[in-house]
């Protein structure tokens, strides 16, 4: 089992994030799935959502713009 120690808070920009709060992970936004901040590649600024993956992150962008069928 992983130990991920503690959760970070985080500014999401435009090819890059601010650590506001240190700490090891995040959390998806949609998922629940902890995020290792090495590993966190895929957000979407305006909402400030973080995403797991890049399925997850285009289901997203399909359910924000009306896209799922």
Excluded at 2 to 26: C, M
Aim: glycine share 8%.
């Amino acid at each position: 089992m992983n130990n991920f120690g503690t959760k970070a808070e985080i500014v999401l920009n435009h090819g890059h994030f601010q650590v506001k709060t240190p700490g090891d992970f995040v959390e998806c936004s949609i998922t629940g799935e902890k995020i290792t901040l090495e590993n966190l590649k895929y957000w979407n600024v305006e909402l400030q959502e973080v995403y797991a993956s890049p399925e997850v992150a285009l289901n997203r962008y399909k359910e924000l713009n009306g896209l799922n069928k």
